[in-house]
């Protein structure tokens, strides 16, 4: 079993930038594949990034290619999501997903572990 603990949410105006990490523990982190996803007020949960298990691939959601990239340190079993040019549209509640082998990345119920998730807000 794997527990994921989301931070680095908060505040910020169009433009600027946010680093949110999501920390694992219980089983070892290398052996699962992590996603980011993300859930606006009123919208269905949406697939924002993904990384394979040894970060040695990496997709992302059209809405922030370019402006996100996603990471992982699987020596301190944490995945990041370096957001850059934010937008108010980006505002919403940051999930983090683990699973040992999702078979579609961008799919919410392919996850078993989720986090808590972390609240990004953008000002316009």
């Known amino acids: 079993q794997v527990q994921l603990i989301e931070s680095g949410g908060g505040l910020v105006q169009a433009g600027g930038s946010l680093r949110l990490s999501c920390a694992a523990s219980?089983?070892?982190?290398?052996?699962?594949?992590m996603t980011w996803f993300r859930q606006a007020p009123g919208k269905e949960r949406e697939f924002v990034a993904a990384i394979t298990r040894s970060g040695g691939s990496t997709y992302y959601a059209d809405s922030v290619k370019g402006r996100f990239t996603i990471s992982r340190d699987n020596a301190k079993s944490t995945g990041y999501l370096q957001m850059n040019s934010l937008r108010s549209e980006d505002t919403a509640v940051y999930y983090c997903a683990a699973d040992p082998a999702p078979r579609r990345y961008g799919a919410p119920h392919e996850y078993t572990y989720w986090g808590q998730g972390t609240q990004v807000t953008v000002s316009s």
């Open positions: 219980g089983r070892t982190f290398s052996l699962y594949a």
